[in-house]
């Protein structure tokens, strides 16, 4: 009979390992190669789907429906139209540049990311025809057996029907401690996860040695059923995309409706319709920033490399701008706050405390490292990881260990210890409460043993008083000889042992990520932590490193769970920052959606797959590059690739200086909207009787060849002072809004426009030039007035001196390039007669040199007016960022 696709969430995985063999028509010796192949073709491959994405195709076209894109095509076809084919070339190959250029970046963030996966483990040990043999992962079907040791990454849902083993769990709940699992396991109510004879896809083995039989593969995982929560929904657009969708439309229609209403107007002016039509063309590409596209597009990719050699990877671009609105994060603890290495810090022998690194530790270390099956090389338990680094720095290694190990008891989460049996001494540690009743004798600090009297027990409970509320974890450790009476069984090992003391360790917070804290506080940001782990011990690791200054709360998972959604809303918006603990997936979607629903922009940050739906839905998802999970990379839009909350707040700070120099360059760009009209205007108002005073060809020289240097160098603008001193922007303040505009064609656009005005007359009328002297005067004019307005466009609201003249070297060369390329178009002969350029003299040259710095000190006595007026002094501080130089 034929297993339906749904069959293996019928199987009752709890049920004894004979009842699962018939079920699942398998044996303890596997699956026979013909029947694994056959289940494949059945079940499909062990893998998760992902959601299915645009093709490359879907993405280049969606590059010309882009409302400019559109534009320029209306304008085209209107050149083509008025006979001008060289025109509508130029036009098209100018839509090309724009579509290609986003696309191959688009591409190229995209690649990165996929990249990342490529270390990942892609094979398992199953047994076919009675044979162990190595299979790809994805091979796996329900009904095979598969062995399971010590740093194995588990590939499928399964049973445990041979050993014991201690599993990180922490990829699906979050918790750092591993969990026990065995074979014989008694059968408790509760929650699957917690099924301690169940293993699950995507977790590891840190400890122990069994087989297991695989019950579910693919998306009828434990981990497929997070991985398809995390695909609901689709990805919405970035603020920086909605403004910039939004300003495109406001361009184009303005652009539309200025040639609709001109059109007529140079028909009764006098123009023929040729004529008209052509002014219509240079109107509408005069109103279209050419540039604009692909210098965001360029600037959100500089911001991606930046972020990139920091450490973080991000998928879209547009991703690098949301970063910057950031009003609140939500972060995990283990690994992201912390190092995810636990660290010994304090010992107890009964009358004395130790630090971690005086010998009078030395027997406890020794004793602890040998009660360990993690390895040198840093694979298992970090708890144990920490126990062999501590008998090392104390020169008293676990060398040996395996070679004369008689019996091992692994770590069983009921008993919560683990013992085992080396050479003739048995050694155990665990839980205090576990370990002190099989104690007969405490060891003292002068090596002699004492009773476990009332006096110890008292020191005893002081001492795990003190360390509980430091945050610490306990191990107690304990030992007895054995020699020549080896142990029958673990209940024979662990009896009449003598207490040698407490080992107090600690997953330490990361280098800078306190710093890193308060430059979050210090911008407006909150940060909620959101971690699997005891509330207590998330809460100190919080108040190491300054989260919760304000007021910090604890919240578990059951309360959370209780809590409406009213509720939920009232006390993320109420003061404080909060600690939620042991959270659940769905109750991490929560917190992220309530966010959202109050108007927060939120950085979601996570490893497990648990974390996938909340990195999916929230603005900004940041998944752990080392530690994290390939389900959560999928979900999320940033990659730590050091896994560091630093990053978190340095791409924070990134991605405001990103929107800062947007700004500068959409600044720079729009001011020569208005010089490049206002000869248009001239010209048809004229009737045609003064000379076309700007040909199209001229505007797009400048909007793509001397503008796009320059417009790129302010893309690459260091941060403004003050920028992480301020709180973070409304989700709904643009990239374009009223100051903006009224700094681009308010001041710079209408300098500009009456210096090249004045320019173009003069030549004309008194400088004794011909009608193509005067035309190259007004491209010449507004190429000098670029310089200008790219010095002004640097700040915001600071002057140029607290930035320095010429700290961006960038722009220099830019400029440089911009009157190079001005030059070629004004005196090459060849290139004269296409754009309808003349030479220029030495007296009209003169006439140009005062232009930049005229339209810069315009905007200079702008600025300084603004910060005159502005409460609270200015933003003329030394230009160093609230994360400290780097």
């Not at 652009?255 to 509408?284: E, K, M």
């Not at 920091?310 to 603890?333: F, H, N, P, Q």
């Not at 059951?558 to 659940?584: H, N, Y």
């Not at 500068?664 to 076309?692: D, N, T």
Request: one cysteine or more; glycine letters at 10%.
């Amino acid at each position: 009979m034929t297993e339906s696709l749904d069959g293996p969430a019928a199987v009752d995985g709890r049920r004894p390992p004979q009842q699962l063999f018939r079920d699942l028509r398998t044996s303890a010796g596997g699956l026979g190669a013909r029947e694994a192949a056959r289940r494949l073709t059945v079940y499909g491959p062990n893998e998760l789907s992902r959601r299915p994405g645009n093709s490359w195709l879907t993405e280049l076209l969606a590059q010309f429906t882009q409302p400019l894109a559109v534009l320029l095509m209306v304008a085209a076809v209107l050149a083509w139209l008025g006979d001008a084919p060289q025109l509508a070339i130029a036009v098209v190959a100018v839509i090309l540049l724009n579509a290609g250029f986003a696309f191959v970046q688009e591409r190229q963030a995209e690649r990165a990311v996929e990249a990342l996966a490529a270390y990942l483990p892609d094979t398992a040990r199953a047994l076919r025809d009675g044979m162990a043999c190595e299979v790809p992962a994805r091979e796996l079907v329900p009904g095979d057996i598969i062995e399971i040791t010590e740093g194995d990454r588990i590939c499928a849902d399964a049973r445990l029907i041979e050993g014991d083993l201690s599993v990180d769990l922490s990829a699906l709940n979050g918790e750092s401690v591993p969990a026990g699992r065995t074979a014989d396991a008694d059968l408790v109510p509760g929650p699957l996860i917690e099924a301690r004879e169940l293993v699950f896809s995507g977790t590891a083995c840190v400890a122990g040695q069994g087989r297991a039989v695989v019950l579910h593969t693919g998306m009828h995982t434990e981990i497929g059923r997070i991985a398809a929560l995390s695909q609901r929904g689709r990805t919405e657009p970035s603020p920086l995309e909605r403004q910039v969708r939004r300003a495109t439309w406001v361009i184009a229609i303005a652009a539309v409706l200025a040639g609709a209403a001109f059109l007529p107007i140079g028909v009764v002016a006098g123009l023929g319709w040729s004529a008209a039509i052509s002014f219509t063309i240079g109107l509408i590409v005069a109103n279209v920033p050419e540039g604009l596209l692909p210098t965001i597009t360029l600037a959100l990719a500089v911001g991606v490399r930046e972020l990139a050699r920091r450490g973080a990877v991000v998928k879209r671009l547009s991703a690098v701008e949301t970063l910057g609105s950031t009003t609140v994060i939500c972060t995990d603890k283990t690994g992201t706050l912390t190092e995810n290495r636990m660290r010994v810090t304090r010992m107890w022998r009964s009358g004395a405390e130790l630090d971690a690194g005086e010998a009078g530790g030395r027997p406890l270390a020794r004793a602890a490292a040998l009660c360990t099956t993690a390895r040198e090389d840093g694979r298992g338990d970090p708890t144990e990881i920490a126990l062999l680094r501590l008998a090392a720095d104390l020169d008293v290694p676990a060398t040996g260990r395996d070679r004369e190990r008689v019996a091992l008891y692994a770590f069983d989460a009921r008993l919560k210890r683990m013992s085992t049996v080396d050479g003739d001494r048995v050694h155990t540690k665990g839980a205090l409460e576990s370990v002190l009743p099989l104690c007969t004798g405490v060891l003292a600090a002068d090596d002699t043993v004492g009773d476990v009297s009332d006096a110890v027990r008292t020191e005893l409970s002081a001492a795990m008083d003190r360390y509980a509320a430091a945050g610490l974890r306990v191990l107690a450790v304990a030992g007895r000889d054995v020699a020549g009476h080896p142990p029958a069984d673990r209940a024979d090992a662990e009896r009449d042992l003598v207490l040698l003391g407490l080992i107090a360790m600690v997953d330490p917070p990361r280098p800078g990520v306190a710093e890193a804290v308060a430059a979050a506080h210090h911008a407006g940001i909150r940060i909620h932590v959101i971690t699997g782990d005891y509330g207590p011990t998330a809460a100190e690791i919080a108040r190491q490193v300054g989260i919760g200054r304000g007021g910090r709360r604890i919240v578990t998972g059951d309360q959370l769970d209780r809590m409406t959604e009213s509720e939920l809303d009232e006390l993320l918006a109420g003061p404080g920052e909060i600690v939620f603990a042991r959270s659940s997936p769905e109750g991490k979607l929560r917190i992220c959606e309530a966010l959202r629903a109050g108007g927060q922009i939120v950085a979601m940050t996570g490893d497990g797959v648990n974390d996938a739906p909340a990195l999916r839905h929230a603005d900004i998802g940041v998944a752990m590059g080392r530690s994290g999970t390939d389900v959560a990379r999928e979900a999320a839009t940033m990659v730590l690739t050091d896994d560091n909350f630093v990053t978190v707040v340095r791409a924070v700070e990134a991605g405001r200086r990103v929107f800062d120099n947007v700004r500068k360059f959409v600044l720079y760009i729009f001011a020569h909207a208005v010089p490049e009209i206002v000869p248009f205007l001239i010209f048809a108002l004229s009737g045609g009787s003064v000379p076309l005073p700007l040909t199209v060809l001229q505007i797009l020289a400048i909007d793509l060849g001397t503008e796009t240097l320059p417009a790129l160098a302010l893309g690459r603008e260091a941060a403004e002072p003050g920028l992480m001193d301020r709180p973070p922007r409304s989700s709904r303040q643009g990239v374009i809004d009223r100051r903006l505009l009224l700094r681009a064609w308010g001041l710079l656009g209408t300098v500009s426009a009456a210096l090249v005005t004045a320019g173009y007359f003069w030549t004309l009328w008194w400088g004794g030039g011909s009608p193509a002297q005067a035309a190259t005067m007004t491209f010449a004019g507004i190429v000098a007035c670029q310089i200008g307005t790219a010095f002004a466009a640097r700040t915001d609201h600071a002057s140029l001196r607290s930035i320095g003249v010429f700290s961006n070297r960038l722009l220099l060369a830019g400029i440089a390039f911009e009157l190079v390329v001005a030059a070629v178009i004004i005196y090459l002969p060849p290139l004269q007669p296409i754009f309808g350029t003349a030479a220029l003299g030495p007296a009209q040259l003169a006439f140009l040199l005062p232009f930049p710095v005229i339209v810069w000190l315009a905007d200079e006595i702008f600025r300084w007016h603004g910060r005159s007026a502005r409460p609270g002094g200015t933003f003329d501080s030394p230009p160093e960022s609230a994360m400290g130089k780097r």
